[in-house]
C-alpha cells in the first residue's frame, strides 16, 4: 500500500510540475507564445506572428519530469520547434524552457513571462540596447567621444535620443536619431562586434525595410572603458539565439569565456590568457576548483556554445 502510495504521490508532483507551463505566457526572444495544456499531459503552445498563427505542442516524455518533445501543431499552423526537446527548467527565481536539439545542445530558451513589466516587444528593445550600452571613442580620430545610454547618445557633450527601430514586435537592428546637430542625425544600422560597434548610415529608399540601403558613411565605435567588460550583460540577462545574428564564431567564443572570465576562471588557453590579460577588470583564481557559475551563466554558456558549432557561412554574420 505505502508503495503505492508513493508511485502515487510521485506521479502528482511530475504533474504539479508540468502543469507550471500551462496557464502562463511565454518568450522566446521574439515571440509570445501561451500555454494550454490538453489531453493526456500535452501542452500547446500558441503565437501569433504578422496575422500568421503559430503553434506546436509539447509532449510529455514518460519517466522524466519536465522534459518534452516537440511535435507539430496540425496542417493549418505554422510550426517552430518541430524534432527539439524542451525541457522546464525553475531555479534562482528564473522560470525558463529550454529546447535542445538531437546533440543535446541548448538552441534557444524561452523564458515566463509573469515577471515582464514590460511587453514584449519592450522587452526585446532593452535587451537589445545592453549590448551597447557604454563609453567608446571614434578610432578614426576627430576627438569625439561617445556614451552610449538607454534613451540617448551623447556625442562630446550634446545629448542625441534615439529611437529603436521594430517591426511587427522584433527589433531590426536600426535606430533612429534625433535631429540634434551631432554627426548621428539619421537613421543607422546598429552592428554590434568584438571591440564595439559598426554603423552604417541607412538611406530610406521606400516605405519598407528592405528597401532600405547603406549609404557610404560609417563609423567605428571602440569601447573605451577599460573597468566594464565587453559582454558584462551576459553573466545576468538571460540570451537567446537572437542576440548572436552579428557575430563570428571568433567573437562568439570571447563571449562564452568572458561569462568565465567575470567569475576569476583561470584560463590554459594562450589566446584567452592574453586576450583577458589586458582587461584591467579580469582577476584569475589560484585555483579553478571553487567557481561557481550562476543559473542564468550556465544557460547564456550553454546557448552560446551552440552557436558556436554553426559555420560563419552558414550565421548571419555583419561583424
Not at 159 to 171: D, K, L, Q, S, W
Request: proline fraction near 3%; glycine fraction near 8%; hydrophobic fraction near 35%.
Amino acid at each position: 500500500m505505502k508503495k503505492i502510495l508513493s508511485v502515487i504521490l510521485c506521479l502528482c508532483t511530475v504533474c504539479g510540475m508540468r502543469a507550471q507551463i500551462a496557464g502562463f505566457e511565454w518568450f522566446d526572444g521574439t515571440l509570445q507564445y501561451t500555454a494550454e495544456q490538453i489531453a493526456g499531459g500535452k501542452i500547446v503552445m500558441n503565437a501569433m506572428d504578422e496575422g500568421e498563427e503559430i503553434q506546436f505542442v509539447l509532449v510529455p516524455v514518460a519517466g522524466k519530469a519536465d522534459t518534452y518533445t516537440v511535435t507539430d501543431g496540425g496542417e493549418d499552423f505554422t510550426t517552430v520547434y518541430k524534432g527539439l526537446t524542451a525541457k522546464h527548467m525553475k531555479k534562482e527565481g528564473w522560470d525558463v524552457i529550454g529546447l535542445y536539439n538531437s546533440k543535446k545542445q541548448l538552441v534557444n530558451l524561452m523564458e515566463n513571462v509573469e515577471k515582464f513589466t514590460d511587453d514584449y516587444e519592450q522587452v526585446s528593445v532593452n535587451r537589445w540596447k545592453e549590448q551597447l550600452n557604454g563609453t567608446y571613442y571614434f578610432p578614426e580620430g576627430g576627438g569625439e567621444d561617445l556614451v552610449w545610454g538607454n534613451k540617448a547618445i551623447v556625442v562630446n557633450n550634446v545629448v542625441a535620443p534615439y529611437e529603436v527601430v521594430t517591426f511587427n514586435g522584433r527589433v531590426t537592428g536600426y535606430i533612429r536619431v534625433e535631429g540634434t546637430g551631432t554627426i548621428l542625425e539619421g537613421l543607422w544600422e546598429v552592428v554590434p562586434t568584438l571591440e564595439g560597434i559598426h554603423l552604417y548610415e541607412i538611406n530610406e529608399k521606400g516605405d519598407y525595410l528592405y528597401e532600405w540601403e547603406r549609404t557610404s558613411v560609417k563609423y567605428t565605435l571602440k569601447e573605451s572603458n577599460p573597468r566594464v567588460g565587453r559582454f558584462d550583460y551576459a553573466t545576468n540577462t538571460l540570451l537567446t539565439c537572437k542576440h548572436f545574428r552579428h557575430y563570428k564564431k571568433s567573437t562568439l567564443r570571447i563571449m562564452r569565456n568572458s561569462i568565465m572570465a567575470r567569475n576569476g576562471y583561470k584560463f590554459s588557453s594562450k589566446d584567452l590568457q592574453d586576450y583577458f590579460s589586458k582587461e584591467p577588470w579580469y582577476k584569475p583564481a589560484a585555483s579553478n576548483d571553487n567557481i561557481k557559475l550562476s543559473f542564468i551563466e550556465q544557460l547564456n554558456m550553454e546557448l552560446i556554445k551552440a552557436e558556436e558549432e554553426n559555420p560563419d557561412h552558414e550565421s548571419y554574420v555583419k561583424e
